[in-house]
């Protein structure tokens, strides 16, 4: 929802919802306003490549401040492709991966 006071939190969603509603202070936790603004700053970079289908990457969101590539497998042009968007920014999550 935001950052902030749990008490304005708290009468700013009784006031829209009247389900059951759990507010909890998580300082230091992400918003959901950081992940939006995650995927705009590199979202059409992850695009980009997820409709590349010879790539394979099949699945991509916001995890920890960084966007999680699911991909079938990770080659060496999987790797440049995705140091090119930044590998700061990025969690490469290869299905297929070497034994051992």
Same mark, same amino acid.
């Given at each position: 929802?935001?950052?902030?006071?749990?008490?304005?939190?708290?009468?700013?969603?009784?006031?829209?919802?009247?389900?059951?509603?759990?507010?909890?202070?998580?300082?230091?936790?992400?918003?959901?306003?950081?992940? $939006? @603004? +995650?995927? &705009?700053?590199?979202?059409?970079? =992850?695009?980009?490549?997820?409709?590349? /289908?010879?790539? %394979?990457?099949?699945?991509?969101?916001?995890?920890?401040?960084?966007?999680?590539?699911?991909?079938?497998?990770?080659?060496?042009?999987?790797? $440049? @492709? +995705?140091? &090119?968007?930044?590998?700061?920014? =990025?969690?490469?999550?290869?299905?297929? /991966?070497?034994? %051992?």
């Amino acid at each position: 929802m935001g950052h902030g006071d749990v008490a304005r939190a708290w009468a700013a969603l009784t006031a829209v919802s009247t389900a059951n509603l759990c507010v909890v202070a998580a300082p230091g936790e992400r918003s959901l306003a950081d992940d $939006d @603004k +995650l995927e &705009a700053a590199t979202g059409k970079a =992850v695009e980009a490549l997820m409709n590349d /289908r010879d790539l %394979g990457i099949y699945l991509a969101g916001p995890e920890d401040g960084k966007m999680r590539m699911t991909m079938l497998h990770l080659t060496q042009r999987h790797y $440049d @492709k +995705l140091a &090119a968007i930044g590998l700061e920014h =990025v969690i490469i999550e290869p299905w297929i /991966r070497p034994a %051992g």
